[in-house]
């Protein structure tokens, strides 16, 4: 049996297992209109949805919509909406005020952040937990959100509009209560104990059995609460991950009986209480698997609490931030883990960060689609319901996928979420085209003095069609699924089809930024079959097979397609043939050097095009001989390895030759410059920058010296550190620095100032292209539309990037033919060193020492710890 009807076969079995091999309509909440018409009374309790038909819209309250200005500023000087640190004034009736516009936009469920007491100010963070994950009590409302009764009525009105809500909740911390000043004894865990808050007006959590805090206390040690420990040194380590402090969160310990007992009462509250319909969990790879299972399957657990309440399918889905490296699995096989077992059952839904890591790959850095069909292989192959794992294209973890990604990539990556098996889920202000990842949507609210809830923007319209479309076709939400195609040498075509009993449908997406051919696709249809266009994207036409039952379709840029097999009408004439033949290589490869294609065609002086990796848009004309031979060079210049293909078009027939696979390696660079830079330099452009003080920032900011090489299109950017740490297990190979390389190219005019790092290029030179990379994200942008405040345009690719702990290198190999670079030749490189979050923001300047702050100079001084600068084609480097 091949690949592909085992791949087909295994569709329509998981479509039938898990769906029942039903054609049942999607179904919305059961509502009680008496209720919700009349006003008397609150809907608080229906049933369970079936969450294969849901779409999830996940909000920050602080940030989302202010609806009651009264209760922004508590008079701690915690409220601040200038600041990312401060509390901005959103609030649950800003939720409740904006459900019509939610559910116009296709949502049919709300998870909200935790609207539970926060603290309102951490001394060692020098920020306020607006955020909702550093409790001070988790049975009680934030003030700054309003009260248990408006929370009780954002339940009754998404119930009344057939929606559903989502909680976020905690259970691995409460907030920043302790540290220890020296060394850890594990043997005397009250050595170097100091309280962080004992002098404030939050100096310890409010709810028992929380509140007892104090290592020094001789009832708080034996209660037993915490685990007496400092922040995680080793993430690897499961003893560290378990008991030890997520950044300086005071880690509960949920071996403790008391304690699993209060969780278990706490979160049954807010179901009860509220009508809470299911829950999003927080950092759940910090808590042992013993405790999930009982949280969740105890005879008084959560999930038997909620059935009693008629929630038979109280859907409760983990974070674990974990992905895997391209077609590696291991992210799948830890977070499956969670589960559980038949005899030890865990989660029943867990976030799918593996596929949003692959998204992002392949459709905002411009990776192959081949990585997208490994990872939905696994995604259909190890879940035990992959129909329920929530799936995103970015969070409130995360960089947006703007912030690395243009608009037509952001379009594709959705179309994927809305059209695989899983749960879509939006983040606020997606909808929207929003840029960064902690802007408020309201006007006056964080970062945005406009406002942002136009239900006419192109990116709503865009969503609006998404989730009609997958609301329509019961197909895109429960049936099985089946890579058909999958591009491997670059960006390019991706086809999938979904099966739910006779109901089909076929997804094609083109990743590339260029036109692609799509030859002899073998969807499995009869020749001459029409498609239904269910939905289009920068795609205008009509889709019929040809003579042989195949697809033969031109895909411009970044185009989307999901159509539907009709009857065929009228069976098309086979395609005259214009007797294109292919001649063997004459090597087998790796080519270091140009080499020759050759082949015959019918007739002579026959016009020819050579297609290099698909690329339509950039085709390379030549014509057969007298005697109908032809030759063709493929050029070989670019630094690296690839592995690629060869195409020859007739382009007066539209006749497309087979692939002509080869590999070239080219490891003589045509230009190479390098520098040492000066030795504890370090410390910004005065010399007097502090360093972060939390204990895993040292050195990481310190170039030793920079290397560039290039040749053809290619160019390669080698740094050596004074020091690589891998602490936090970045996909990227470095952690503990963000990298910002601005190229200057000789021919064309740029930007001088370097966006949102208060600096300018140096020697008053210009940037044309810049590269941001921390241990976790990546992406580039063109100085086109860039501003001091501002990035410019994205480009939705990614240099390849890897990074030596032992050899202290970080090395970034950029593909110029992605950038639009065919000369690096006089080029300026500019690499600059500094720290980002984990959202990808430049961490800011505190006026005092802070763990995760620089200090040492003003607020608005340049985000520079350490710079180095060369030109290619020069002797030297220019430091």
């Known amino acids: 049996m091949n690949k592909r009807m085992g791949r087909r076969i295994l569709s329509l079995f998981c479509a039938c297992w898990l769906a029942a091999c039903s054609a049942e309509d999607p179904v919305l909440a059961d509502t009680d209109s008496g209720v919700c018409e009349s006003g008397d009374g609150q809907l608080l309790h229906v049933d369970s949805p079936d969450w294969r038909d849901q779409v999830i819209y996940m909000l920050f309250i602080d940030r989302f919509d202010d609806g009651d200005p009264s209760n922004n500023d508590q008079g701690r000087g915690e409220f601040d909406p200038a600041k990312a640190t401060h509390f901005s004034g959103g609030d649950l009736q800003g939720v409740i005020d904006r459900i019509d516009y939610m559910k116009s936009l296709g949502v049919t469920a709300v998870w909200i952040s935790p609207p539970v007491e926060n603290q309102w100010w951490s001394s060692l963070y020098q920020a306020s937990g607006w955020h909702g994950y550093w409790a001070t009590n988790f049975r009680e409302i934030d003030p700054h959100f309003g009260t248990l009764d408006d929370y009780k009525r954002l339940s009754h009105e998404l119930h009344c509009n057939g929606m559903y809500l989502i909680q976020d909740i905690v259970a691995n911390h409460t907030a920043n209560w302790w540290t220890y000043d020296g060394n850890y004894d594990p043997e005397d865990t009250a050595k170097n104990f100091r309280l962080l808050e004992a002098d404030s007006y939050q100096p310890a959590p409010t709810q028992p059995p929380f509140h007892m805090i104090d290592r020094l206390n001789p009832e708080h040690y034996e209660a037993n609460i915490y685990h007496w420990t400092p922040s995680i040194t080793d993430y690897a380590d499961v003893k560290n991950r378990f008991t030890w402090q997520l950044g300086a969160l005071a880690d509960i310990n949920t071996e403790n009986p008391v304690v699993i007992r209060e969780l278990k009462d706490t979160y049954k509250y807010w179901i009860e209480e509220v009508g809470v319909d299911g829950f999003r969990i927080d950092t759940v790879i910090y808590v042992p698997h013993a405790f999930w299972n009982q949280w969740a399957h105890d005879d008084d657990g959560i999930y038997a609490f909620a059935k009693s309440l008629g929630k038979e399918d109280f859907l409760s889905f983990g974070e674990t931030f974990l992905v895997s490296d391209p077609f590696d699995d291991a992210g799948e096989q830890e977070i499956v883990g969670f589960f559980g077992t038949d005899a030890e059952p865990g989660l029943n839904s867990m976030l799918g960060f593996p596929l949003f890591q692959d998204i992002n790959r392949v459709l905002g850095q411009g990776q192959p689609p081949s990585l997208l069909e490994y990872r939905l292989d696994k995604f259909m192959e190890l879940y035990p319901d992959p129909y329920v794992i929530p799936n995103f294209v970015d969070n409130h973890d995360t960089p947006r996928f703007l912030a690395t990604g243009h608009v037509a990539a952001l379009k594709q990556a959705l179309a994927v979420v809305f059209t695989v098996p899983g749960i879509p889920i939006l983040y606020q202000g997606t909808e929207q085209a929003l840029p960064e990842t902690r802007m408020a949507m309201y006007k006056g609210g964080h970062r945005n003095a406009q406002g942002s809830f136009d239900s006419d923007s192109e990116m709503f319209g865009y969503i609006q069609r998404l989730a009609a479309l997958r609301s329509e076709h019961p197909v895109l939400s429960r049936g099985g699924l089946g890579v058909i195609a999958a591009e491997s040498a670059g960006p390019g075509l991706f086809t999938y089809e979904r099966n739910h009993g006779a109901e089909r449908a076929l997804i094609l997406i083109n990743s590339a930024d260029h036109g692609v051919l799509a030859s002899k696709v073998d969807v499995e249809v009869g020749p001459g079959t029409e498609f239904e266009v269910l939905f289009a994207e920068n795609f205008d036409g009509t889709v019929v097979a040809n003579a042989a039952g195949t697809l033969d379709l031109a895909m411009p840029a970044r185009s989307v397609l999901v159509l539907r097999p009709q009857a065929a009408t009228t069976v098309p004439a086979p395609a005259p043939s214009a007797g294109l033949t292919l001649d063997p290589l004459v090597a087998d490869g790796p080519f270091t050097n140009d080499f020759e294609l050759t082949g015959g065609v019918g007739h002579g002086g026959t016009k020819l095009e050579l297609l290099i990796n698909g690329n339509a848009d950039r085709r390379h004309a030549f014509e057969a001989d007298a005697d109908g031979r032809w030759r063709v060079r493929v050029p070989v210049r670019d630094l690296g390895k690839r592995q690629s293909y060869a195409q020859v078009l007739v382009p007066e027939t539209g006749e497309l030759s087979e692939r002509i696979p080869y590999e070239t390696f080219v490891d003589q660079a045509e230009l190479r410059v390098s520098i040492d830079d000066a030795a504890d330099d370090a410390f910004g452009p005065t010399g007097n920058y502090a360093n972060q003080r939390h204990q895993d920032s040292d050195r990481q900011r310190e170039i030793e010296s920079l290397e560039v090489r290039a040749a053809g299109r290619n160019l390669e950017i080698t740094l050596t550190m004074a020091q690589v740490t891998d602490v936090w297990m970045p996909p990227n190979g470095f952690d503990n620095v963000a990298i910002t390389t601005f190229i200057d190219l000789p021919t064309r005019d740029g930007a001088r100032e370097l966006p949102l790092l208060n ?121």
């Open 759 to 879: 600096a300018t290029m140096p020697d008053d030179l210009d940037w044309d292209l810049a590269h941001f990379a921390s241990g976790w994200i990546t992406y580039t942008y063109r100085s086109a539309g860039a501003t001091a405040d501002r990035q410019g345009e994205k480009l939705g690719v990614s240099p390849q990037v890897s990074g030596d702990k032992d050899r202290r290198t970080i090395t970034f190999l950029f593909d110029g033919d992605k950038l639009g670079v065919d000369d690096w030749s006089g080029a300026t490189v500019y690499v600059t060193t500094w720290d980002a979050t984990g959202e990808g923001v430049y961490v800011d300047i505190s006026p005092e020492p802070a763990d995760w702050f620089f200090s040492g100079a003003p607020a608005d001084a340049p985000k520079l710890m350490d710079d180095v600068m060369l030109t290619l084609g020069a002797e030297g480097g220019t430091e």
